[in-house]
T-cell receptor, first 116, second 111 residues
Framework: GAVVSQHPSRVICKSGTSVKIECRSL??????MFWYRQFPKQSLMLMAT?????????EQGVEKDKFLINHASLTLSTLTVTSAHPEDSSFYIC????????????FGPGTRLTVT | DAKTTQPPSMDCAEGRAANLPCNHS???????VYWYRQIHSQGPQYIIH???NNETNEMASLIITEDRKSSTLILPHATLRDTAVYYC????????????FGTGTRLQVTL
């Protein structure tokens, strides 16, 4: 099946700094990638949809200036958490949609962000 | 996309079949039923999807009722590694195709 990777798997940063998370589709080209956030014991919440070569579409309530998304190539999307604060500590997960007729998505393993 | 309802938790003995129900009474004709699961601290994993007919793959079987208002995911021989949260999602693949995760069913497989 299709493989999606994320880097780093875990990151600890100090409050006020920025952190970049990479999402790569390893064996297919993904015109559309998605970014989710998951707090402990909660479900995944969609943050934004990332389309290659165009601006990301953010879900209501997600600050686009705080969560910068870049989808510069068909295999790479990045999420940058700017001026991170402890409340941004969460599990960030990306997914890539395979452009077949059934449109299933394949998810990365997630990135655990801890802001101290 | 139609709302889905799942029981919050279920238990299953290892080696037995796990039958996970999902209610999607407002599903429209062009919405597929997708199932994903999430093992603790990992990204979700695609399992199976269907529109009207029953489907089977190497992981599971999906049984959709004739009126499409509910479905059941069947893991024929559950193992401890199947312990996870299972999500049932109704998705219109003709539109924006955004997966919206509900609370899912937490399946605990026990010895």
């Amino acid at each position: 099946g299709a493989v999606v990777s994320q880097h780093p798997s875990r990151v600890i940063c100090k409050s006020g700094t920025s952190v970049k998370i990479e999402c790569r589709s390893l064996d297919f080209q993904a015109t559309t990638m998605f970014w989710y956030r998951q707090f402990p014991k909660q479900s995944l919440m969609l943050m934004a949809t990332s389309n290659e070569g165009s601006k990301a579409t953010y879900e209501q309530g997600v600050e686009k200036d705080k969560f910068l998304i870049n989808h510069a190539s068909l295999t790479l999307s990045t999420l940058t958490v700017t001026s991170a604060h402890p409340e941004d500590s969460s599990f960030y997960i990306c997914s890539a949609r395979v452009p077949r007729s059934s449109y299933e998505q394949y998810f990365g393993p997630g990135t655990r962000l801890t802001v101290t | 996309d139609a709302k889905t309802t799942q029981p919050p938790s279920m238990d299953c003995a290892e080696g037995r079949a796990a039958n996970l129900p999902c209610n999607h009474s407002t599903i429209s004709g062009n919405e597929y039923v997708y199932w994903y699961r999430q093992i603790h601290s990992q990204g979700p994993q695609y399992i199976i999807h269907g529109l009207k007919n029953n489907e089977t793959n190497e992981m599971a079987s999906l049984i959709i009722t004739e009126d499409r208002k509910s479905s059941t995911l069947i893991l024929p021989h559950a193992t401890l590694r199947d312990t996870a949260v299972y999500y049932c999602i109704a998705l219109n693949t003709g539109t924006a195709s955004k997966l919206t995760f509900g609370t899912g069913t937490r399946l605990q497989v026990t010895l």
